[in-house]
């Protein structure tokens, strides 16, 4: 997965282990898997492993399951070793739930993988079913049906390239398919309704986190993040530079602190620091609104800042002092020097991608840049450039460069 593939999601607050194992042993689709298995006992089963056709009848009748939910309750009871199928196709009683945890985790990978068979009835709702439970753990107070239906419908037509035709239809029909899934997600114990508004159960906040982040992405837990609120603005600079912090703890770390404090401080790190800790502490101060405008309007005094606290203002539509072609050269080396700061190695065309088609225009004037760095960003461009006209004007440029009074 690419840097710009992962999605940063708010700090959660996780149940106590005991609290959540409690909770998955009585959701209503772990309790039915028990039961099916109970009753399953030692029994033949098909060639595909399944109960035979007049079993299936027989557990629906007998326990008073829905149909349409045994298969998913098979898969369940078999995967989660609540049931052994042997090879010689029989069923038998397996070594059960050890892990409750871990049980639960397995329970929620097998109804998502269901989507691609078809899972809550509705082809749309299951295409975006993560999306959807991914939206929902971002709002932890509930989300309203109608939104989430207008959020689905919108990722149909931008994500899918939905024609108006299907588009229309879908406004009718989505709200009560809808409905369906969000009754089987609660079935499966991931989700609770209450009046218009849904959202996650606690053992399904930890599942989705869980799937957030085997896919890459940044789902940091409360617990997690709440020692970086009390840090300096270098030490938690550098935890994000080194890896040990991450965007959401940022956040969090602006939470505790007035806007005009929270500025000042992640100021003084970029005029005095490096060009690392400078990008870091200006992505910070993106997350900042108008209410920092006066500590960031003092840091156009800054040599090291002023350009940034230029850009920042004038984003915000507020009086800044106007950036030339030159200015735009300074940025291009400060941003490019971040890698030399890093130390990570630079081996791929992806760590050039952030200046985009602009480079080859830019290289020249970075060699007129005032900027420490100067020099070193266009041998690095030479050396590392895989475009081999950006590799050579970088090089032709670092000479002149070299050989300036």
């Given amino acids: 997965m690419a840097d710009s593939d992962v999605l940063t999601f708010p700090p959660v607050e996780l149940a106590p282990d005991e609290e959540l194992a409690r909770v998955v042993r009585d959701a209503p689709i772990v309790r039915d898997a028990v039961r099916l298995a109970g009753w399953t006992g030692v029994r033949e089963v098909t060639g595909q492993g399944l109960l035979t056709d007049g079993d299936a009848r027989a557990a629906v009748t007998e326990l008073g399951l829905d149909p349409a939910r045994l298969r998913l309750l098979w898969v369940v009871a078999v995967n989660g070793r609540l049931l052994d199928v042997t090879p010689g196709k029989t069923a038998r009683p397996g070594p059960g739930m050890t892990d409750p945890m871990e049980f639960w985790d397995g329970v929620v990978m097998d109804v998502l993988d269901r989507t691609e068979e078809g899972l809550t009835g509705s082809r749309v709702v299951d295409e975006h079913l993560t999306e959807i439970l991914a939206t929902i753990y971002s709002v932890r107070e509930g989300m309203p049906m109608a939104n989430l239906a207008g959020g689905i419908l919108q990722a149909h037509e931008v994500g899918c390239g939905a024609q108006?035709?299907?588009?229309?239809?879908?406004?009718?029909?989505?709200?009560?398919?809808l409905a369906e899934a969000m009754a089987l997600l609660e079935y499966c114990g991931l989700i609770e309704l209450t009046a218009d508004l849904v959202r996650l159960t606690?053992?399904?906040?930890?599942?989705?986190?869980?799937?957030?982040?085997?896919?890459?992405?940044?789902?940091?837990?409360?617990?997690?993040?709440?020692?970086?609120?009390?840090?300096?603005?270098?030490?938690?600079?550098?935890?994000?530079?080194?890896?040990?912090?991450?965007?959401?703890?940022?956040?969090?770390?602006?939470?505790?602190?007035?806007?005009?404090?929270?500025?000042?401080?992640?100021?003084?790190?970029?005029?005095?620091?490096?060009?690392?800790?400078?990008?870091?502490?200006?992505?910070?101060?993106?997350?900042?609104?108008?209410?920092?405008?006066?500590?960031?309007?003092?840091?156009?005094?800054?040599?090291?800042?002023?350009?940034?606290?230029?850009?920042?203002?004038?984003?915000?539509?507020?009086?800044?002092?106007?950036?030339?072609?030159?200015?735009?050269?300074?940025?291009?080396?400060?941003?490019?020097?971040?890698?030399?700061?890093?130390?990570?190695?630079?081996?791929?065309?992806?760590?050039?991608?952030?200046?985009?088609?602009?480079?080859l225009t830019l290289v020249p004037e970075m060699g007129r840049a005032d900027h420490p760095d100067a020099l070193a960003v266009l041998e690095m461009l030479g050396r590392h450039h895989p475009d081999p006209l950006i590799a050579k004007t970088a090089r032709k440029t670092a000479m002149k460069v070299r050989s300036r009074p």
């Fill in 164 to 177: 108006q035709s299907e588009l229309r239809r879908l406004r009718m029909t989505l709200p009560g398919e």
């Fill in 202 to 359: 606690e053992p399904g906040v930890w599942a989705v986190r869980r799937d957030l982040l085997r896919e890459g992405h940044d789902a940091p837990s409360l617990g997690e993040i709440a020692a970086f609120a009390g840090h300096t603005a270098g030490e938690l600079i550098e935890a994000m530079l080194t890896g040990r912090a991450s965007a959401s703890a940022a956040t969090l770390w602006l939470e505790r602190r007035a806007p005009e404090d929270a500025a000042r401080e992640l100021i003084k790190i970029a005029s005095s620091g490096n060009a690392a800790q400078r990008g870091t502490a200006g992505t910070i101060l993106e997350e900042l609104g108008p209410e920092a405008e006066q500590a960031v309007r003092e840091a156009l005094g800054e040599p090291m800042m002023w350009r940034y606290a230029a850009a920042w203002l004038g984003v915000r539509d507020l009086d800044a002092p106007a950036l030339g072609e030159g200015d735009g050269a300074w940025v291009a080396v400060d941003t490019l020097a971040a890698l030399l700061y890093l130390g990570a190695p630079i081996d791929s065309v992806a760590h050039f991608d952030i200046l985009g088609e602009d480079l």
